[in-house]
């Protein structure tokens, strides 16, 4: 049996833009990517403090230190520019196996989304 369990998490970030025109994704910062273990393509799950919405999408690598977070396609209705939102990422793996995962965390500076 495998059960599903928060492999990255990038905690507390500011949306840069909304971008509806779009085909859909989560433009992320290359550094915020890499220190979260996420890479271009995979899935992640958003979860918008400001008005509770959550949603799934695939991530889109933005330029290394610009601190972009943009939600692009049908995602850009769910948030606005300035809301606050944590990304997550999961995996599958054995019970065993996820009793001693570490899972990557970041923790960004909230209004430039860049590390500290």
Request: glycine share 8%; charged share 25%.
């Given at each position: ?12 970030v ?18 915020l990517?890499r ?6 393509g ?14 799934d ?13 943009t939600?692009?396609?049908p995602?850009?209705?769910?948030v ?14 054995s019970?065993?196996?996820?009793q ?12 430039t989304?860049?590390?500290?």
């Open positions: 049996m495998l059960i599903e369990v928060v492999k990255s998490k990038i905690h507390r500011s949306v840069t833009g909304a971008d509806l025109n779009y085909m859909g994704s989560i433009t992320i910062d290359e550094e990517l220190a979260s273990n996420i890479i271009e995979e899935k992640v799950s958003i979860v918008n403090v400001n008005n509770g919405e959550r949603l999408t695939y991530v889109i690598k933005g330029a290394a230190g610009s601190g972009e977070i939600l692009n396609g995602a850009a209705r769910k606005q520019k300035g809301d606050v939102i944590i990304i997550i990422a999961y995996a599958q793996m019970p065993q196996d996820a001693a995962f570490k899972p990557a965390i970041v923790f960004p500076n909230e209004e989304n860049r590390l500290n």
